[in-house]
């Protein structure tokens, strides 16, 4: 079942303090799955678009960047070298693999629902104590759950809200936000291994003149391109760090930041099992895949906190 959300403004919500304008969605069909309890739950492939020009802006410099990688080095160095027998054609194909898994994971993670709650959701008898009232939307929610200015709705273990993707990383993308982080690392570090070798490891094109091949796109080749190849793989690389130790301990950004450690039942768990739980499955392969489904695992951890 295809559930389609879009975002526009100009809809007012009651606070808790006053009333203001905010965001609101339009749905397709009913988003009782999002209140069900978790041992029923299943993640359908909802389409979660939110109106915001910044993160529009954001999105677009992004898919500029993995653009500019994957036409300008395949044209110039992989294919090239290639037809020449210099490079075996499994590189090629990997590095175009790696790019498409890139965009897969940057469409998903900015159009999947990251867990946003309905606003008459259903609560069962057993689980009542699990929940609290938002005391910006009047409405109620999991604990741990988080209210997201930018979006306008409450969101179920939100970590936090990434321009970068135009959405926020909550419980039910937040496995989605980690492979995009995984593969544009890999991306951009392919693309720094190219740069690096097309001046200092791969044997001269004999098609071409390499002066004035170096002349004409050294600025945009050796330049541009690994500048900007150190700075995902840096940015990425440090982020990417950062969720996965919050995803170990059982933490997110937003309990970080707010310094409400104390409140929350931490847990110990193994890497394979946090991850497990994030991702969905305990099939490690299935971890790489963005075109699937969510399937919430039910342990005793995730019931006792219902996030």
Not at 48 to 70: E, K, M, R
Not at 143 to 150: A, D, P, V
Not at 267 to 294: H, N
């Amino acid at each position: 079942m295809l559930m389609l959300s879009v975002w526009r403004d100009g809809i007012v919500m009651p606070s808790a303090c006053d009333r203001r304008t905010v965001p609101q969605p339009i749905h397709s069909s009913s988003d009782q799955t999002a209140a069900t309890p978790r041992s029923s739950r299943v993640m359908k492939l909802r389409l979660h678009f939110v109106v915001d020009p910044l993160g529009w802006l954001c999105v677009s410099l992004v898919f500029g960047i993995w653009l500019y990688n994957s036409v300008f080095v395949p044209t110039l160095v992989l294919l090239p070298h290639y037809k020449e027998g210099h490079i075996p054609w499994a590189l090629v194909v990997c590095y175009y693999l790696a790019s498409a898994l890139c965009i897969l994971a940057l469409l998903r993670a900015s159009t999947a629902d990251p867990g946003r709650l309905p606003p008459d959701p259903h609560i069962p008898f057993s689980e009542r104590a699990d929940w609290e009232l938002c005391n910006k939307c009047n409405l109620m929610r999991p604990k741990r759950s988080h209210h997201c200015s930018r979006c306008g709705h409450c969101v179920r273990r939100m970590d936090h809200h990434c321009p970068w993707i135009n959405n926020c990383v909550g419980e039910d993308n937040h496995w989605l936000f980690l492979q995009l982080c995984f593969y544009t690392q890999v991306l951009s570090l392919f693309t720094l291994v190219m740069d690096f070798c097309q001046y200092y490891y791969f044997q001269p094109l004999t098609a071409l003149d390499q002066d004035a091949f170096t002349t004409q796109h050294e600025l945009a080749l050796l330049r541009v391109s690994a500048l900007m190849g150190l700075v995902m793989f840096g940015g990425m690389g440090s982020l990417f760090y950062t969720q996965m130790a919050g995803i170990i301990t059982d933490t997110t950004t937003i309990e970080k930041m707010s310094r409400t450690l104390d409140e929350i039942h931490v847990t110990k768990r193994s890497w394979q099992w946090a991850l497990s739980e994030v991702f969905g499955t305990r099939w490690k392969l299935l971890w790489l895949i963005p075109l699937r489904s969510r399937h919430p695992l039910q342990t005793a951890h995730s019931l006792r906190n219902e996030v």
